[in-house]
Each structure stands twice: as C-alpha cells, then as structure tokens.
C-alpha cells in the first residue's frame, strides 16, 4: 500500500475516534442525561455509528476536500 492511501485509511479511523466519540457522546447525553447506565449506552452508540462513520469519513473525506477546493477557487 502506498504511503498516501495507508495515511487515508489511517486518518479515517483515527478521525473516526475522534468525531465519533464527541458525537455519540453529546447525543446521548442530551437523549437519556447521564442515568447510572450511561457509558454502556454511549458506547454502543459509539460502536454502531464507528461501523457506520469510518466508511463514510474514508469514501467521503476526498470528495470533501474537492468540494472545498472548488468553493475557495484553490487548484485540486
């Protein structure tokens, strides 16, 4: 694999962490408050939308960059 396509994949899931967690966590917490059985609640939220997201971040991250690219005239 070349360095490019090994540093995407990589990103996707590490920005997969990231995005997802604040995300699943701030939904949950603002759906059911922070009831004694929170963390197990988030952290199925966490697990179906990581399965969900990171294919998502990795398909959609380039076509995001070319979009905004396009928006501000900067060369692809």
């Known amino acids: 694999m070349n360095p490019q396509k090994k540093f995407h994949l990589v990103f996707s899931f590490v920005m997969g962490v990231l995005m ?15 009831p004694a059985d929170f ?5 199925r939220a966490f697990v179906a939308a990581y399965v969900v997201g990171v294919p998502v971040i990795f398909f959609l991250a380039p ?4 979009l905004t690219g396009r928006l501000l005239g900067m060369p692809a």
């Open 63 to 66: 076509v995001a960059r070319k």
């Open 20 to 34: 997802i967690s604040l995300m699943t966590f701030v939904i949950t917490a603002v759906n059911i408050g922070f």
């Open 39 to 43: 963390l197990s609640q988030w952290a």
